[in-house]
């Protein structure tokens, strides 16, 4: 048997009946793979615009989540501070109640000291309109 001087030289027609270089087989299999690789090239494209959508709403989601942690922060703080301000005022009624007991307490015995006055001039009176 004699053998083909293309295939000798590697050279092959295809089924349109054109010179290749490479094997119908071969040439056949780079078309499916350039095919394939296209299409995963797409696939990992979609991939990533999901990707990146999700990414995008991730960091959004974190802003909001942080915007909310910060006014709870700030109404944590408030409170506290109305906490402080009310035990603050609450001491101050306490010390003003205190003055004003203590003020009522000199108003009382000033009183009773009055009447201890008068009930003395009163009887020096009584005394001098009886000598007279």
Do not use: W
């Not at 293309?6 to 009946?17: K, Q, R, V, Y």
């Not at 709403?57 to 909310?68: F, I, P, Q, S, W």
């Not at 008068?118 to 009886?130: P, S």
Request: hydrophobic fraction near 40%; charge should be negative; charged fraction near 35%.
């Amino acid at each position: 048997m004699a053998k083909d001087p293309l295939a000798e030289a590697e050279l092959h027609f295809d089924e349109l009946n054109k010179l290749r270089i490479l094997e119908p087989d071969v040439s056949q299999k780079t078309t499916e793979l350039k095919e394939e690789c296209e299409d995963f090239v797409d696939k990992i494209g979609q991939f990533q615009k999901i990707v990146s959508g999700l990414i995008e709403l991730v960091d959004e989601l974190a802003k909001e989540a942080e915007t909310e942690k910060m006014k709870a922060i700030g109404a944590r703080n408030l409170l506290k501070s109305a906490e402080k301000q009310r035990e603050a005022q609450q001491q101050q009624l306490q010390a003003l109640i205190a003055e004003k007991k203590m003020q009522l307490e000199r108003y009382r015995i000033e009183y009773e000291a009055l009447q201890k006055v008068e009930a003395e001039q009163n009887e020096f009176i009584d005394q001098f309109i009886l000598q007279k």
